[in-house]
């Protein structure tokens, strides 16, 4: 089976601070991307790459920056967390051939005081 | 604008009825729909997915229509039982991205 994991399933942290988040799976997909989801709003694609040290704006960038040194893996940082950044950050990968279903990992659900 | 509408309101239905879902969009012209199951505080997980030249796909007790002129897709999930209950959430091919609707809460009382 395709494992996404997450590095935290909680994080809080405080206005201003650098926040790293980190994806990592286990099934050589040349695909991942981040979401943030909020209430009302469904999913929306922050970033995602398509090979290592490749990336690509999706509709909600600012803010954000990513980073995928290595294929199985690839992190969102947010330079200077602030309130408006709280929701729960949703990891996901495909194989990048054909029309791929995306496998997700359980979420991060970030709080910024 | 490109906009994907999923039903408002949530859904609430009796054990063994069938719930309907529907998924509308605008200025989009996707190749292909896929509909996702998201449980409370876990990503989504893929159940099913249909091509533009595909008229309805099945799985077990769920049915997926797709209606390009209509620019509409279907979610039928028949007999359901009370597991039936989750958020489910439609998916648009957009330029090899994914543009997710909002989801439709169902809950199936026992």
């Known amino acids: 089976d395709v494992k996404v994991t997450q590095s935290s399933r909680y994080l809080v942290k405080r206005t201003g601070e650098k926040v790293f988040l980190e994806c990592v799976q286990d099934m050589d997909h040349e695909n991942m991307f981040w979401y943030r989801q909020d209430p009302g709003l469904g999913l929306r694609l922050i970033y995602f790459?398509?090979?290592?040290?490749?990336?690509e704006k999706g509709d909600i960038p600012e803010g954000y920056s990513v980073s995928r040194e290595k294929k199985e893996r690839f992190s969102l940082i947010l330079e200077s967390a602030s309130t408006n950044q709280t929701s729960m950050y949703l990891c996901?990968?495909?194989?990048?051939?054909?029309?791929?279903?995306?496998?997700f990992g359980p979420g991060t659900r970030l709080t910024v005081l | 604008s490109q906009k994907i509408e999923q039903n408002s309101e949530a859904l609430n239905i009796q054990e063994g009825k069938t719930a309907t879902l529907t998924c509308n969009y605008t200025?989009?012209?996707?190749?292909?729909l896929q509909w996702y199951r998201q449980d409370p505080g876990r990503g989504p997980v893929f159940l099913l997915l249909i091509r533009e030249n595909e008229k309805e796909k099945r799985k077990e007790r769920l049915k997926v229509t797709f209606d390009t002129t209509l620019k509409q897709s279907l979610f039928h999930i028949t007999a359901s039982q009370p597991a039936d209950s989750a958020t489910y959430l439609c998916?648009?091919?957009?330029?090899?991205?994914?543009?997710f609707g909002a989801g439709t809460t169902v809950t199936v009382r026992a």
């Open positions: 200025n989009y012209s996707p190749a292909y």
């Open positions: 998916a648009l091919d957009n330029d090899y991205k994914l543009s």
């Open positions: 790459s398509y090979d290592v040290k490749m990336k």
């Open positions: 996901a990968s495909s194989f990048s051939q054909g029309v791929n279903e995306q496998f």
